[in-house]
């Protein structure tokens, strides 16, 4: 079993809908948990940051973290077909220099307009 | 003006040949590492080099040797290269104690044959 698991998809919504990730972990050392998309033969862009539990926003991406239940989310809201990319969750133990990102396997998002 | 730039984006070569891959960052972060994604995604880091000096070394054949002339460079060779080899390697960049996560290239497509 892997450390982080995330349903590969692929998602597909229509433009205007709420697009809703999520991924499971086993380790409950992590403490650092990101979001990156990334779009096909391009490398993988940071879009959400977050440290232990809560909710996180930042336009119409909302980010949350459940340490109890040792599951994360991501939601876009109002998706757009530029959306459409593979998102892919990672979490770390510490925040020190060598900080070893373990991520998951990506869930490909279609918007489709 | 590219922040995290790998040389070159595609390389098709055959079994048994020496490559090398080339990665230059110019956001004055202080670490750097080389991922490697496999065809079904997943992301699994292979090295991290701190100033030059080499913290993560995860668990991969020793054919593939890391160089850092500095902390700006970070170089990845490849002896004997074998069909299992084939993946798109991705170079990223972090500062130590920075709250953004990774910086990654776009990328490297190798394709053993």
């Known amino acids: 079993q892997k450390e982080v698991e995330q349903d590969p998809g692929p998602l597909s919504v229509p433009e205007g809908a709420i697009v809703s990730l999520n991924c499971t972990y086993s380790?409950?050392?992590?403490?650092?948990f990101m979001w990156y998309r990334q779009y096909s033969r391009k490398g993988p862009e940071l879009l959400m940051y977050?440290?232990?539990?809560g909710n996180k926003e930042d336009g119409r991406f909302t980010a949350q973290v459940d340490k109890s239940s040792k599951y994360i989310s991501l939601f876009i809201r109002d998706s757009q077909p530029s959306d459409s990319a593979t998102y892919l969750c990672?979490?770390?133990?510490?925040?020190?220099?060598?900080?070893?990102?373990?991520f998951g396997g990506g869930t490909r998002v279609l918007v489709k307009p | 003006d590219t922040a995290v730039s790998q040389t070159p984006k595609y390389l098709v070569t055959q079994m048994g040949n020496d490559k090398s891959i080339k990665c230059e960052q110019n956001?004055?972060?202080?670490?750097m590492y080389w991922y490697k994604q496999d065809s079904k995604k997943f992301l699994k880091i292979m090295f991290s080099?701190?100033?030059?000096?080499?913290?993560i070394n995860e668990t991969v054949p020793n054919r593939f040797s890391p160089k850092s002339p500095d902390k700006a460079h970070l170089n990845l060779h490849i002896n004997s290269l074998e069909l299992g080899d084939s993946a798109v390697y991705f170079c990223?960049?972090?500062?130590?104690?920075?709250?953004?996560?990774?910086?990654f290239g776009s990328g490297t497509r190798l394709t053993v044959v």
């Open positions: 990223a960049s972090s500062q130590q104690g920075a709250d953004y996560g990774y910086t």
């Open positions: 380790n409950s050392a992590f403490q650092y």
């Open positions: 977050t440290y232990s539990s």
């Open positions: 990672a979490m770390s133990v510490v925040k020190a220099a060598g900080n070893k990102l373990t």
């Open positions: 956001l004055g972060h202080d670490t």
């Open positions: 080099y701190n100033n030059k000096e080499l913290i």
